[in-house]
Structure formats: C-alpha cells, structure tokens
C-alpha cells in the first residue's frame, strides 16, 4: 500500500537528518524522517562526546566548524522554538591542541585558523601548566598499547607547547540536540516517523521514487536522501549507488571511557578539551567532574570494522589502553578498577571527510561519512545538503559543475565538491577523528 507522498524522505533523525529537515524545511520542502529507532538522536548521535572543535587540517573543515560554532553560541536563535526538555547547552571551555612531530607543530591547522580569522593563542610549556598543572610534558610517541614493551618510556625531550582555541567546546547533551532541531523543523511542517525500518529504496528510470518500509508500505517522494549515520552504506546498497563512488564508508568500532578526573582539579569546571595526537588521546570534561577519553586512532589501535547491525558492545582492553595513555600525561590519573564508558561507531571514509552528495540515481543524495567528526557540523551539514539538494533538483550538474554554499555567519562560500563521493582521497587530511 503507498501511504501519502512528501518531497523528500530523509532517512536517520539523528543530528544530521534533523538538521537536513530543518534546512529543506525552512526552504518549503515537505519533508518526512524515517527512523528504526524511538527518537532522534537515539543512533550514533547519541554516544557523541559532542565536541565543537574551530579547528580541521583542511581549509574547508575549519570554515565549517567556526560557521558551525556560530551557530552553536546562539542555539535558540537558530531553533527559532522552545522545546518542552529544554535546549542543550553549549559549553565554552577552549580547547588545548598539543603540538607535536606528527602534526607538524599544527603548522597547517595554524594557516586555516589564521585566514579564518579564528581566535588562537600559541601557549608555551609554562602557560599549558599555568592552566593545567598536572600535565607531564614529555614526549612519549609514537602512541602505543600499554602492553607494548616501551610503553610509557620517554621518546626524546618535552613537547613544543600547544595551540589554544578560545572559542571551542562541548554540547553537553547530542540527544537532546537532535530533539530541539526535531522541534524546530516539525514548527516549519516538517513530519518525524519513528520505530519505522526502510528496507528498499525504489525507483523509476534513472530517479529514485520512494521508500519501502518494513511493514510492506511504500512511501513516495521526489528526493530521498540517505542520513543513515553507520547504517548509511547498507543504504547505499539498496539504492545501488556504490559503485559509482571513488570512496564509501565504514563502520568503525570506538570506545570512549568515562573516568574520575585528576585529583584536587575541578576538570568539570576549569577543564578544556584536550587534544593530544602525542599519546593518540583526546579528553573532555563530562558531567560529575569526570573526563571522557577517547582515541584518536594512532597506528597501533586496531582497525576494528564491523557489521553495524552486529557487533560486541561491551567494553574491552582498548578503554584501558586509552586510560593508560593519558595517564603518561597526566600522572596523578588514578586507572580505575572499574572501567565505564560507551562503545559506539564512526561511519568512516577512508579520508575521515563526510560525503555529503548527490549519487547516480537522480534525486537520491547522502549525508554519510561522518567520520566521527561531524556532530560540530551539523546544522552547517543541513544547510549544505539543502543547497546541494535545491541546486541539483534545480537542474544544476553538480558532478560538472560545483554547487557553492555560502557561511552566513563567517561570510565564505565553500565548494561542495570538497565533500563529493568521486574525490580522490584528500592527503590534506590528519587522517584520523580530527578530519
Ligand atoms: C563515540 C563517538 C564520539 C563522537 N564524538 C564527536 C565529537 O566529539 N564531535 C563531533 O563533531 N562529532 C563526534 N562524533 C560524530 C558525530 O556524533 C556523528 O557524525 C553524528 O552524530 C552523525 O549524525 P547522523 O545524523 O549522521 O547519524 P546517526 O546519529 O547515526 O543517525 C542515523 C539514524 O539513521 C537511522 N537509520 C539507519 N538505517 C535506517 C533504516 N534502514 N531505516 C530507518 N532508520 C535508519 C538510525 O536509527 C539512526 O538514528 C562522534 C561519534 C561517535 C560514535
């Protein structure tokens, strides 16, 4: 049975289909979201920590991100509406990016944030443990597993110091950020279906024509765009788009641990986002005057790839390994006997850069590959979808002939071919979760 038709399902209500219905919405688009789970957000979104860098190794990252944190600063003025839980909040703690080998001393992060006029400030050893006095500035990389036999041996003299960005920070709650933008785009018409599996993608000709639901019913629409988060290449698969695209997704197995802080050190209230690619973590302050320790991937972390729709959930020996890192820096970091934490997955490009695109089957466009970097960039990623969308539909060959998107707020134009599914692999980026 073909229930009613829309102009374009999105399939996923996490962060990114939410913004992608807002954006199209506020446009006139009649736009319905799909989603298998019981709310937004309730997918990758949820397990986010929600960092909001000003800072990627490309230019185009790093405009995204400041328009993104513009955005972010002034949450209900984007909303444009209340929501009855509230609105997440927005939490400015700066950031603290190590300088090290690896990152060139953040020598091209540097040159991006400067064209962009994005507050910086280069600290010294002495300003790092001004702000965080615990910290051992000594090198210890290459990251490795801390049963590695070196593990823990110093490598050569102290780290250079750091780049500090004023202006970064954390949301404090993704789930309830993709809810507040459900409730912003249902105020411009938007519909939310929930508990609601796609099996197939249909079409007619060479353009797509709607959905196929679990349950046997279709729904119709001129534009389907795939916002399926680590599900998104089993999407691609039903719409038969793969092949067509030089580079695709994958889901990636992280583990985030959630750890007392240092002692004697309100981390909660005085911490920043740490950033350090020297001992291949990152950490950030998390409610409880705890901190959330996360990898950046370093080369001896395993690839873990997995079937999103089956893999171990549970904690293992990498949530230790990750402890055990930071705690080279930070050697007052009591190792809990106790690990808790989450275990979630990035959906992966081979270049850690989203794809948002059209494909080969007109009408069906994919917001996928976020790579674990993209929550910072959702509203940005709604918005740039919804141009992509609009100029494509407006018979604009965007494969020939690149779709531009203009940063309001930073006032720059972006190419959206950066983002495009037939780019060679981009060797700009720092190939890991920093994009
Ligand atoms: C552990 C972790 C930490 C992260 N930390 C950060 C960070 O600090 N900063 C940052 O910027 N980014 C971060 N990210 C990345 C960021 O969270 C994601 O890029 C973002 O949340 C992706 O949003 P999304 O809407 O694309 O996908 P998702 O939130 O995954 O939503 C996809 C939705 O699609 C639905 N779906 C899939 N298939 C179907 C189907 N067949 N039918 C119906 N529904 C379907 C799913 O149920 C899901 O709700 C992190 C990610 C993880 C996993």
Not at 249 to 268: G, H, K
Not at 302 to 320: E, G, H, I, K, R
Not at 322 to 338: D, E, S
Not at 397 to 406: E, F, G, R, S, Y
């Amino acid at each position: 049975m073909t229930q009613k038709s829309y102009d374009a399902i999105i399939i996923g209500a996490g962060v990114i289909g939410c913004c992608v219905a807002f954006e199209l919405s506020k446009r006139g688009w009649k736009t319905l979201n799909i989603d298998r789970l019981p709310a937004a957000g309730y997918g990758s979104t949820s397990y986010s920590c929600a960092i909001i860098r000003t800072h990627y190794s490309t230019f185009t990252g790093t405009a995204m991100a400041y328009e993104g944190y513009h955005i972010w600063r002034e949450w209900g003025d984007y909303l444009g509406v209340k929501d009855e839980s509230g609105w997440a909040q927005y939490r400015e703690t700066g950031c603290l990016a190590l300088k090290t080998d690896g990152n060139n001393n953040m020598a091209s992060v540097r040159q991006h944030s400067e064209s962009l006029k994005i507050p910086m400030e280069d600290w010294t050893k002495t300003q790092i443990l001004e702000r965080l006095p615990f910290l051992d500035l000594t090198k210890y990389g290459p990251a490795k597993l801390s049963d590695h036999p070196n593990f823990g041996e110093p490598t050569g003299g102290d780290l250079a110091g750091a780049v500090y960005f004023p202006k970064a920070g954390y949301i404090n709650d993704p789930q309830l950020a993709a809810h507040n933008v459900q409730r912003a785009a249902e105020a411009q018409g938007a519909t939310f279906q929930f508990n609601t599996e796609i099996v197939a993608i249909r079409s007619k000709g060479d353009r797509v024509s709607g959905i196929t639901l679990r349950d046997g019913n279709d729904i119709d629409a001129k534009v389907v765009v795939n916002v399926g988060g680590p599900h998104s290449p089993k999407i691609n698969a039903m719409a038969g788009v793969l092949e067509d695209m030089n580079l695709s997704s994958r889901a990636l197995r992280q583990e985030v641990a959630y750890i007392p802080t240092v002692p004697n050190f309100d981390f909660e209230a005085n911490g920043v986002i740490y950033t350090d690619e020297d001992i291949g973590c990152y950490a950030k302050p998390e409610v409880g005057n705890k901190m959330a320790v996360g990898s950046h991937n370093p080369e001896c972390d395993p690839d873990d790839y997995v079937d999103y729709d089956d893999f171990d959930d549970n904690l293992t020996d990498q949530a230790q390994h990750q402890i055990y890192r930071l705690a080279q820096r930070m050697p007052t970091l009591g190792i809990p006997g106790h690990v808790s934490g989450a275990v979630a997955c990035y959906d992966q490009t081979p270049d850690w850069i989203p794809i948002y695109d059209k494909t080969c089957l007109d009408g069906y466009y994919m917001a996928v590959g976020t790579s674990g970097n993209q929550f910072k960039n959702a509203p940005v990623a709604g918005a740039c979808m919804a141009s992509l969308i609009e100029g494509c539909e407006g018979g604009q060959d965007h494969d020939l002939n690149p779709i531009t998107h203009h940063l309001k707020n930073i006032v720059q134009d972006i190419d959206l071919s950066f983002f495009s599914r037939k780019r060679m692999i981009n060797t700009e980026s720092s190939f890991t979760v920093l994009g």
